[in-house]
C-alpha cells in the first residue's frame, strides 16, 4: 500500500492488518515472491524522498542463501547470525545489487521485514551503513521496530504492506536446517534434482545434484515424501536417506 507523506499513523491505524491464516500461499517461487516484495518496497522508499533506486546500479536481485553461515553481526541480544546481507553493486560484474535472505525463515511477516531492512541498504549510498537516511527508512519510512543492526516486524509494517499480502498471498517457502549439523537419526537428507538450482554447490553438482538439504523424519512423514519440495526452487525433491518411522510411533 502506497501512502502519501502526509498521512499519519492513525489514519494507517484504521486499516485492519492482515491476518495470514485467511491467505493463501502464494503461487510464485519463493525468490520470485521476495524479488516482487523487494522491488514494491523499493518504490515506496524512492517515493519517500529518503531513498534513490540509483544506489542499485543496474538492479536488485534476491536469492534465499545460508546468511547464517557466512556473516556475524552485533545485535541488541549481544551477538547473532546474520539473517540478510545486502552487497555493494561494485561486488558483482554486473552491477546489480545482490542480496541474500536467511534461508532457514520460512515465516512470512520475517522474511518480508528481512528484505525491507536490506533493500533499504541498497537505496542508499554503501558509505550510511545503519546510519543517516537508513533509519529514516527502516524507522520512518517502513515502520520496523528494533534498532539499526536488529529490526523487528511491528504492528505498522504489517499495516502498511497489508494490501500487497492480500494480493500475493504467504510466503511459499520451507524452512530448513544447516547443511553442516551432524545428521541424527532423526534427520533425513533430501536433494533437488536440478543441478541448475541456485543452492547447488561445486559437490552437489559433481554428484549430479542441486541443493542439498535435511528435514526431520517427523516433517518429511507429516508432508508425505510425494510432496516435498526444494527450498530455493520450489521443483520437486527426493528423499536421499531411510525416514526412521519408528521414532514416530
Known sequence: MLTNKGETMKQLEAINP???EHLPESELKAEEYLQKFGEYIAEIGEQSGYGDKKNFGKGIQIHISDTRGRKRVTNS???????????PKGWASDEIRKIEIDRETADTFQALHIVAHEVSHALCHEKEGHKGK???L??????????????????????????????????????????????TTRMVKVSC????????????????????FRMSSAVVLFVGEKNL??????????????????LYQ
Do not use: M
Not at 541480544?77 to 552487497?87: D, P, T, V, W
Open 134 to 136: 537508513f533509519i529514516k
Open 18 to 20: 492482515v491476518h495470514l
Open 77 to 87: 541480544n549481544g551477538g547473532s547470525h546474520a539473517i540478510g546481507l545486502c552487497y
Open 138 to 183: 527502516v524507522f520512518g519510512v517502513f515502520k520496523l521496530g528494533g534498532i539499526p543492526t536488529c529490526t523487528e516486524v511491528t504492528k505498522e509494517f504489517k499495516i502498511l504492506i497489508g494490501d500487497w499480502l492480500r494480493q500475493n498471498g504467504k510466503y511459499p517457502h520451507v524452512a530448513f536446517t544447516d547443511l553442516g549439523k551432524k545428521q
Open 193 to 212: 534434482p536440478d543441478i541448475f538450482c541456485q543452492g547447488a554447490t561445486e559437490k552437489s553438482v559433481k554428484n549430479g545434484e542441486g541443493t542439498i
Open 229 to 246: 519440495k526444494c527450498p530455493v526452487c520450489q521443483g520437486k525433491a527426493n528423499i536421499q536417506s531411510p525416514v526412521n518411522s519408528k
